[in-house]
């Protein structure tokens, strides 16, 4: 009689077991579907960039005019140097520019005979270079001063031009033209996810996350550093809906 109880008992609890289990194993596997369903919806995305493109003209000039003297006594030296930047004061000045916005460099001054290793000695002991630099925003009068520069050459200077001395064009007025930019490179993204949606029979939802690009200054090629290429790119994600 006891022994029928305890069967019983056992057989009951596996039914509960074994219901218990099943309804897990239900409830598990509708909760791992339904994970699955959302793990296929957020991953339904596409990440495009889109490209953004404009020219400007440049509104602010640096123009360095380097010059170099020599001679054989510092004070004759000086009074060279002090010659040369008069000169190129007067070429800027009588070509309209404000004199307020030239700076000039203290000089660097050489003595050659000490700088000799057994070479041949030149003809005056000292050299000195130095810079006369206009920061202006006269973009077309530099551009229009810039090869009548010869005619401090004729009367005596001699100008230095290097890479170091390069004249730059420059544009400062990015913040004002970046917002159109940006709303042109997004346009220009969905345009792409449009096209993607499009060919994977999908269509364009909204925007997941979207990263701005840096924005680029070049000049448009060599012979017209005055006009500038600017650039920006975005990435953005989309999602894709059925």
């Known amino acids: 009689m006891a022994g029928n109880i305890r ?18 194993l239900v409830w598990g596997g509708s909760y791992f579907k339904g994970a699955a369903e959302v793990w296929q919806q957020s991953s339904r995305s596409v990440t495009v960039r889109g490209l953004a493109e404009r020219q400007v ?16 006594s510092l004070s004759e030296l000086e009074q060279q140097l002090s010659s040369n930047e008069q000169l ?20 660097r001054i050489t003595d050659q005979f000490s700088n000799m290793y057994g070479g041949e000695r030149p ?16 973009v077309t009068g530099v551009i229009e001063a810039l090869p009548q520069a010869t005619t401090l050459v004729r009367q005596g200077v001699l100008l230095s031009p290097s890479y170091e001395y390069r004249t730059e064009f420059l544009f400062t007025g990015l913040d004002a033209i970046k917002p159109e930019m940006i709303a042109e490179a997004t346009a220009d993204a969905r ?52």
């Open 88 to 107: 190129i004061r007067q070429f800027l000045d009588e070509r309209g520019f404000n004199m307020n916005n030239v700076n000039v460099t203290p000089p």
């Open 7 to 24: 069967n019983t008992a056992v057989l009951g609890s596996a039914v509960v077991l074994g219901g218990l289990l099943a309804l897990g």
């Open 191 to 242: 345009n792409a996810a449009q096209q993607f949606a499009e060919d994977s029979g999908s269509g364009v939802g909204g925007i997941r996350q979207a990263t701005q690009g840096y924005f680029s200054i070049n000049d448009l090629d060599s012979y017209t550093p005055h006009i500038k290429q600017v650039r920006v790119v975005t990435t953005v994600d989309y999602s894709l809906e059925e």
């Open 123 to 138: 003809d005056e002991r000292y050299r000195a270079e130095a810079t006369l630099l206009l920061r202006t925003d006269n």
């Open 57 to 72: 003209a440049a509104d602010m000039v640096l123009w360095p005019l380097n010059y170099t003297v020599t001679a054989n």
